[in-house]
């Protein structure tokens, strides 16, 4: 099966291309393209704005007697799309541009209106310096005047470089940089130390509390008696007592001890008549009394409690007992 678009044809061997009949066209035939508008335009029948890039269905043709350096030039026809008037343009290969002929006038050429500007007056410069030669020394010595000034900006820039080159940029980023977990806690560690360092603890006022220890042991011998004396700053004792009071209220120690009687207080009564060594044991328990009693005496001392009813209560059934 042959290919439905080929690309080569079959020439026979025969094939003379002189015998071939050639049509006559016209020299300056136009042809029928496909273009979009190369700038922005505006027609000058109805005023209608033809934006660049748009399509239309032009004719082409060369422009006779025209070229720019054997390079030929193209005249396109377009229609106004309202108003169906014609506009004609060409190529402009010397400024790689189009340039408007006829049918519309070509709208924001502002930057090629101030290229061509600019070109001119240099060009008009170039005349004047060669013609002149006044004027010529006059540039001259403005151009010799902005290579002084652009070098002595250099080297103040050069001596501002070598000042800044002196300035520990690290050092700074340090002293604003955050510190590091072990940096701080060594810091920390430091400020401690000098905070517990400037403490005085020499004028501080202490109380002396006693406390008995007893010894039981399985023999005989009576329990050794081992005495600790721990030093309490006043400040402390106050405080705590202070915040007892506060949450639970003033014990009032002395005036229910009368209340309730231990069987150890009647014990050593019921048997004064017994063996020695219950008589040892007896001595040994009033002095562990004695001495509980001097230490709530004491705290009675620091903590003057006020009157109340259960005081007067206790003191009351303590007088019956008494006198019975």
Request: contains cysteine; glycine residues 4%.
């Amino acid at each position: 099966m042959s290919e439905r678009k080929v690309l080569n044809k079959y020439y026979p061997p025969d094939f003379d291309p002189s015998k071939i009949p050639r049509m006559k066209l016209a020299k300056n035939r136009q042809y029928t393209v496909r273009l979009m508008a190369p700038f922005n335009m505006r027609c000058a029948t109805c005023g209608e704005y033809i934006y660049k890039g748009k399509k239309f269905n032009a004719r082409k043709e060369d422009v006779e007697n025209e070229d720019y350096l054997g390079i030929r030039i193209y005249r396109f026809y377009i229609k106004c799309t309202r108003c169906l008037q014609e506009i004609s343009f060409k190529t402009d290969p010397k400024n790689t541009d189009y340039e408007i002929e006829a049918g519309a006038t070509r709208n924001f050429m502002a930057l090629k209106l101030a290229e061509e500007q600019a070109k001119r007056e240099e060009e008009e410069q170039k005349e004047e310096e060669a013609n002149n030669p006044m004027k010529l020394l006059e540039y001259r010595t403005e151009q010799s005047r902005q290579e002084i000034e652009r070098l002595e900006g250099l080297e103040e820039l050069k001596e501002l470089n070598r000042r800044q080159q002196a300035v520990d940029y690290e050092g700074m980023l340090q002293q604003y940089a955050p510190e590091s977990a072990d940096k701080r806690r060594a810091r920390e560690e430091k400020e401690d130390d000098d905070f517990i360092k400037s403490i005085k603890f020499g004028g501080t006022s202490k109380v002396v509390a006693e406390e008995i220890i007893e010894e039981v042991e399985d023999s005989d011998e009576p329990p050794a008696k081992t005495s600790r004396i721990e030093i309490i700053p006043a400040k402390t004792v106050a405080k705590k007592n202070e915040s007892w009071n506060r949450s639970i209220g003033v014990l009032k120690k002395p005036a229910l001890a009368n209340l309730v009687k231990s069987k150890k207080d009647v014990a050593p009564k019921k048997s004064s008549e017994g063996t020695k060594d219950n008589s040892d044991s007896a001595n040994t328990t009033e002095a562990s009394k004695a001495s509980d009693a001097a230490v709530a005496s004491k705290a009675s001392e620091n903590t003057t409690p006020a009157a109340s009813g259960l005081t007067l209560l206790a003191n009351y059934s303590g007088s019956d007992s008494d006198s019975q």
